[in-house]
């Protein structure tokens, strides 16, 4: 069973950055991609960036080059550098991982909050 730990999130004001972290209990090689969906208030959970265990990224429409995925494998994790934030970034993100199943797994979500 994947179990994935999130780091991060937070309040920031607008224009502010923001760092999440999430860590496999599995090599990030044993799973096909990690990364992040959020999910803000009456609204549909939405993707926001994930790497495939190859590196292959995609990102959410939305981010427009103000998010990074990173990864470091020896750890298991991934990151993500959030830039530019604004008061539509605030939601609840959670960390997400897809197994070679495939079998969609989540960790606990994370609340970044952008607001002055």
């Known amino acids: 069973q994947v179990q994935l730990v999130g780091s991060g999130g937070g309040l920031v004001t607008p224009g502010g950055s923001l760092n999440l972290s999430c860590t496999a209990n599995?090599?990030?090689?044993?799973?096909?991609?990690m990364g992040w969906y959020r999910q803000a208030p009456g609204k549909q959970r939405e993707l926001v960036a994930t790497?495939?265990?190859?590196?292959?990224?995609r990102y959410g429409d939305f981010v427009k080059g103000r998010f990074t995925i990173s990864r470091d494998d020896a750890k298991n994790t991934v990151y993500l550098q959030m830039k530019n934030l604004t008061p539509e970034d605030t939601a609840m993100y959670y960390c997400?991982?897809?197994?070679?199943?495939?079998?969609?797994?989540w960790g606990q979500g994370m609340q970044v909050t952008v607001s002055s």
């Open positions: 599995v090599s990030v090689f044993s799973v096909y991609d």
């Open positions: 997400h991982a897809e197994d070679w199943g495939p079998t969609d797994h």
């Open positions: 790497m495939t265990a190859g590196r292959t990224i």
